[in-house]
């Protein structure tokens, strides 16, 4: 039986085993949704922009392991999806955009909601189509999700034209994908993998760096095992935290511009790296030359392009983290604790501190909010202050718990991606964690949660201001703040109510314990807005050009 | 450093543009980029000549790699290999030094394409140099327009870049 190829993308859907999909309606992507209407095995999220279906998406996918799925119209709707997909992309997250796009008779004459959206999203998306023929459309949507998720993850595009999705096909979904150009790479080569696991051996002073490879691959088990059984200390990229728990005695937590300083140290002082899954960025190494000077470096990558992009490793391994770690790990010898470990314990010592004398600071929220959840939560978060401090100081002991934009740094991820993350983990207490600035971008979002009924919590540091960037421009522009303070905001607390969403303001150390318990029991959205200083500066931070074990504050 | 590399790529709309913003985006200096299909109607091939060091060169044939549409990276060795590129100059061509330009055509073995009245058009094909050379000796002429296809080349012997079918 011959059924339109709109409808054959969403019976392709429910072959992937799409379950959610977060979008926005419109013109061109018409046949799409009035197929979608009588689908019975897809949930539709209607988000209050196409920017939010795109973070809820990934944050759906980060939490799930599985490809993330979102859509839109063509035009203003495709361009709304654009950040996020950026932000998919940059952090490596496998998601599908679907845009409808105008007919292909008028493609190229500027008609209404027309935009090169695969010509727009070309740089950052692992790969995009613009269907031409409607029988294609089966195989497309199989390609997508294997390339979204195969591979080092990515998003994908699709963009339907109105009138090749109204056309009527023979539907047959492939069994096969056959890409000649797209063999991903998933087995290390042995050879390298003895030659790291002898470096492993032979050294006296290594240090595991783990990036959000680990998290994507799942492969955290194997980097607990390597770390226990040769008793090597874990440092993590942004991305990374989770892959490792921060309560092990192995665990130096974040490195890098904001990261501990035991970890910076530790890393300058190493004698070989093993960065698992980690693509050594900007913010993570610092200036390059200084960046663990007198170590070998074992660089373990999916992406044979991030090997020698930013740092030149001396035994590359090109596969899937997951199966080389647990490859290294059996010609791994076990050690005993060495003197390193010893030193190691001795740089613990010095923690990450700040002023918790006076008002109350952001940073004593999230230790108690930590302290409070166990790590048992997923902690979504904005970009700016906030986030650093809670990939400072919350303890994250399980994988996939911290959802945040790194390598794009978007505000008005959170909100969105927390929204994704309650569809992939309903049972899982899932907070928010934003500044006033982040949160004011994507606020909308909150409709998108309470139609849903989920149960959202959002921590709300309200400063009036951009407080990381009022932070920049105090070091580099001899503290000229430039448009950093907001003249106005709203009433947080009564904008919450007027969705009908409880909330609380504090201002006092003596109120947060409470607060927090409310946070926590409360069965629908709660926001919790705690009136903070602007000045709070985030420490140690690592200044442009110099060496990570260079800190300010550390 | 010049570096020639050959790039298989999926015969698809929008191909080129993919690799071209590729060298935009990321930095990369192109010298010269011809494509054309090969003796499979299904797969262009694409010849790049990149202005880089080594790890220009590296990240170059590592980036156009994860593109799916591009199948197969090879770099082109130049002792190994002949490459060509074609040349079209349209000179200037009074009466009185036409038999000139005549000659100097017939000794780089190019052809005479279009004669008219005050112009001719030659038609050169060799490698960067002889070209270069050509382009010098008619200078003096007066070279009313010039256009080349970039080089294309291609393994001596029996190396060839082809697809493996591993499946």
């Known amino acids: 039986m011959e059924i339109s190829s709109a409808e ?47 973070h809820a998406a990934s944050g759906y996918a980060r939490v799930s392991r599985k490809v993330g799925v979102c859509m839109a119209t063509s035009g203003p709707g495709a361009t709304n999806l654009v950040t996020g997909i950026a932000t998919a992309y940059m952090d490596s997250v496998p998601i599908v955009a679907i845009t409808g796009q105008v007919a292909t008779s008028l493609i190229g004459r500027d008609v209404f909601q027309e935009v090169d959206i695969t010509g727009a999203t070309a740089p950052f998306t692992k790969h995009n189509y613009l269907v031409k023929k409607a029988e294609d459309v089966p195989r497309i949507v199989k390609e997508a999700f294997y390339i979204a998720s195969t591979g080092r993850p990515g998003p994908v595009l699709i963009d339907l034209p109105k009138d090749v999705a109204e056309t009527r096909i023979e539907f047959k979904y492939p069994e096969q994908v056959v890409l000649r150009g797209y063999k991903p790479k998933t087995n290390g080569h042995p050879l390298q993998i003895s030659r790291a696991a002898e470096a492993i ?19 955290e088990e194997e980097l607990l095992k390597l770390a226990e059984k040769a008793h090597i200390p874990v440092a993590t990229s942004l991305m990374g935290i989770g892959a490792f728990p921060e309560d092990h005695p192995l665990s130096l ?70 199966l080389v770690l647990a490859e290294i790990l059996k010609e791994v010898y076990p050690k005993q604790p060495t003197e390193w470990n010893s030193r190691i314990a001795e740089l613990k010592k010095k923690t990450i501190s700040y002023d918790r004398t006076s008002r109350l600071c952001p940073q004593e929220v999230i230790e108690a909010l930590s302290a409070k959840t166990g790590g048992d939560a997923i902690i979504t978060t904005e970009v700016g202050s906030h986030q650093m401090w809670v990939a400072q100081l919350y303890k994250f002991t399980k994988p996939r718990t911290f959802i945040s934009s790194g390598g794009l740094g978007t505000m008005g991820y959170g909100l ?33 949660a309470v139609e849903n009924n989920l149960s959202l919590k959002m921590i709300l540091f309200n400063n009036r201001g951009l407080g990381l960037v009022r932070q920049l421009q105090e070091f580099y522009c001899e503290k000229r703040y430039s448009q950093v303070h907001f003249g106005f ?19 006092s150390r003596e109120e947060l314990d409470g607060a927090l318990d409310e946070l926590i029991c409360e069965k629908g959205c709660f926001l919790l807005e705690c009136i903070v200083d602007i000045n709070e500066n985030v420490y140690p931070m690592v200044l442009n050009g110099s060496p990570i074990n260079e800190m300010i504050g550390g | 450093m010049k570096t020639t590399l050959s790039v298989l790529v999926e015969n698809h709309p929008g191909v080129l543009s993919r690799v071209a913003g590729l ?57 190994e290999s002949v490459s060509r590129e074609l040349v079209l100059i349209k000179v200037d061509a009074e009466p009185q030094v036409r038999s000139e330009i005549i000659h100097i055509a017939e000794i780089f073995r190019a052809n ?9 058009i030659i038609e050169l094909t060799g490698d960067k140099d002889k070209v270069s050379a050509f382009e010098e000796l008619l200078k003096p002429f007066g070279i009313k327009e010039l256009v080349r296809t970039g080089v294309i080349a291609v393994n001596r012997g029996n190396k060839t870049i082809k697809i493996e079918e591993d499946e």
Request: aromatic share 6%.
């Open chain 1, 253 to 322: 937590g974040m490195l890098g511009m904001h990261g501990t300083p035991y970890a910076n140290i530790a890393v300058t002082e190493s004698d070989l790296i093993i960065a698992a899954g980690a693509r050594f960025g900007d913010r993570l190494t610092g200036r390059v030359a200084g960046f663990a000077p007198n170590a070998k470096i074992i660089h373990i990558d999916i992406d044979p392009a991030e090997i020698g992009k930013n740092v030149k490793p001396d035994i590359p391994i090109v596969g899937d983290v997951k």
């Open chain 1, 489 to 507: 905001v709203p009433d947080f607390v009564k904008l919450a109510e007027s969705y009908g969403i409880k909330a609380r303001r504090i201002d």
């Open chain 1, 201 to 219: 051996n032979k050294a006296q002073r290594p240090v595991i760096c783990a990036g959000g490879g680990v998290n994507s691959a799942g492969a």
């Open chain 1, 416 to 448: 969105p991606a927390a929204i994704g993350a309650k569809f992939a983990k309903p049972d899982k207490n899932v907070i928010n964690i934003c500044g006033d600035g982040s949160f004011q971008m994507n606020m909308a979002e909150l409709a998108t």
């Open chain 2, 112 to 120: 005479i394409v279009d004669v008219s009245r005050k112009s001719m």
């Open chain 2, 23 to 79: 060298f935009s985006r990321r930095g990369f200096n192109i010298d010269s980029l011809a494509v054309g299909t090969t003796e499979n109607p299904e797969i262009s091939r694409m010849t790049i000549v990149v202005d880089g060091d080594e790890y220009i060169v590296e990240q170059v044939k590592k980036q156009l790699n994860k593109l799916v549409d591009v199948i197969k990276v090879s770099k082109i060795i130049p002792e």
């Open chain 1, 8 to 54: 054959a993308l969403i019976r392709s859907l429910e072959i992937e085993g799409v379950s959610v999909v977060f979008g926005y309606p419109g013109g061109a992507i018409l046949p799409v949704y009035d197929s979608l209407f009588h689908s019975k095995k897809i949930k539709h999220i209607l988000t209050r922009s196409e920017q939010a279906a795109a």
